[in-house]
């Protein structure tokens, strides 16, 4: 930052989008002026160097906030919090909070659906290859989050409002090559997140699914090109590409691998396929995290993910998968038709327990969501077992959902290794099975 600033002042020409640029859209403060002016929704935020301004800040928003320093990048240092304790502990553990340096505060978008869109910009024309949704809700890191490209259930409504926004805010920007600006959609109304107008780790997974060069048109663009002169036309994409993401909980077995909005993955990989449940699958095999096709299924989910993990739950079961359970969330799978059986918790007196028949290889595919870092009775445990005994675990009922979408495709026909070359030849039709959930 500081030598680019540096060079710039020099006086050495900048190609294609302006430090300036880039600053702007760094500072909070002052991009959050922009998307006033321009009428585009933020959530509501506040910037705060002492616990009180920030207890303020928060008050006025409402809980859960997203709490983040101002002065790092990459979402380290992020967390959601949930009240005037945890905030307390997270303005104690603040390094070097002072006034120049103060903590932002977000309206956390509760079951917030993400998405992404990676455009090529010119400092007047934008061109969005295709719009990314999240798989993961609002809450995960988009570097820790899998995304669908093009999305499976996004509403055409929301899209089209995604497309006018990133044309909008590249125009208000004048960025000049590649940019990328995260979005949330919550109670039907679309958010901006942030933006960056630099190139994304996402730029060489959308290049390949939708065909378009966006690292080398860039540069065209950086160098003087106008995108009016080179005659990009939006296509219908018949298939799916699903990112997905290569976490390093194998190398740290005594880390809790739970996702959050600190970024914790090492790497992507991209699954495609005619459907998006093939691509899913797919992804997850790259990630060396493979699904299985049947066996044992274990879900023990929070008060608040049940609701949203049965419909998932009862797919399995349609698939001829045994469910194991813990003890709420067994009785509430059993009384709403699914047929569960009892597991222990480790802390029960009853042996074998839940990390027993991981061991011994009973289970083959675990969904555990955590409570929350503040629980003394979260289950950690069972998601460090499942990684010590190599087990596919999932901490999300979204991630739940579309791997038995994946499962149920992948054993209706199976996903075929084809060339790259061979999806952008005009034969499939991409379809969308995601009508269940």
Do not use: W
Not at 100 to 123: K, M, Q
Not at 297 to 313: G, H, Q, R, Y
Not at 339 to 364: F, M, T, W
């Amino acid at each position: 930052m500081v030598l680019r600033e540096n060079v710039y002042a020099a006086g050495v020409r900048i190609l294609g989008t302006s430090p300036d640029t880039i600053d702007l859209a760094e500072d909070r403060d002052r991009f959050r002026q922009m998307m006033e002016k321009m009428g585009i929704a933020m959530p509501e935020s506040g910037m705060a160097a002492s616990f009180e301004e920030a207890r303020q800040i928060a008050a006025r928003i409402g809980y859960p906030v997203m709490v983040r320093p101002s002065f790092v990048l990459g979402g380290r240092g992020m967390e959601i919090v949930h009240d005037d304790e945890m905030l307390k502990q997270y303005v104690n553990a603040a390094v070097d909070l002072t006034p120049e340096r103060p903590i932002l505060i977000d309206r956390f978008l509760a079951n917030a659906v993400e998405a992404e869109a990676d455009a090529l910009a010119d400092g007047v024309d934008a061109f969005v290859p295709a719009v990314m949704e999240h798989i993961e809700l609002a809450g995960i890191h988009s570097g820790d989050s899998a995304c669908a490209i093009p999305p499976v259930t996004l509403s055409e409504r929301h899209i089209k409002t995604i497309e006018e926004y990133t044309l909008r805010i590249s125009r208000e920007l004048k960025v000049c090559g590649v940019m990328n600006i995260q979005y949330a959609i919550c109670e039907d109304k679309v958010y901006v997140l942030e933006a960056n107008p630099r190139a994304s780790r996402t730029v060489p997974l959308v290049s390949k699914v939708c065909n378009v060069a966006m690292a080398r048109i860039a540069t065209q663009l950086m160098l003087g090109t106008k995108l009016a002169d080179l005659n990009l036309q939006h296509k219908t994409i018949p298939h799916i590409g699903v990112k997905e993401v290569v976490l390093p909980f194998n190398m740290f077995p005594e880390v809790d691998p739970v996702l959050g909005p600190e970024m914790r993955s090492t790497g992507e990989v991209l699954g495609m396929a005619p459907t998006f449940g093939l691509a899913y699958f797919k992804a997850q095999e790259a990630a060396l995290s493979p699904l299985p096709s049947e066996g044992t299924v274990f879900i023990s989910v929070t008060d608040n993910d049940k609701p949203s993990m049965l419909e998932a739950a009862r797919k399995f079961q349609e698939l001829g998968f045994r469910i194991k359970a813990t003890g709420g969330t067994c009785t509430f799978l059993q009384q709403n038709g699914v047929k569960a059986e009892l597991s222990y918790k480790v802390h029960e007196p009853h042996r074998p327990n839940i990390v027993d028949e991981i061991k011994s290889g009973e289970i083959q595919l675990v969904i555990n969501t955590p409570i929350g870092r503040l629980s003394t009775s979260d289950d950690a445990y069972i998601r460090k077992a499942a990684i010590k005994y190599r087990i596919p675990y999932l901490t999300t009922t979204a991630a739940a959902r579309a791997s038995v979408v994946g499962i149920a495709e992948h054993r209706s026909g199976g996903a075929e290794v084809r060339s790259l070359q061979s999806y952008h030849q005009p034969k499939l039709v991409a379809q969308n099975p995601l009508k269940f959930i």
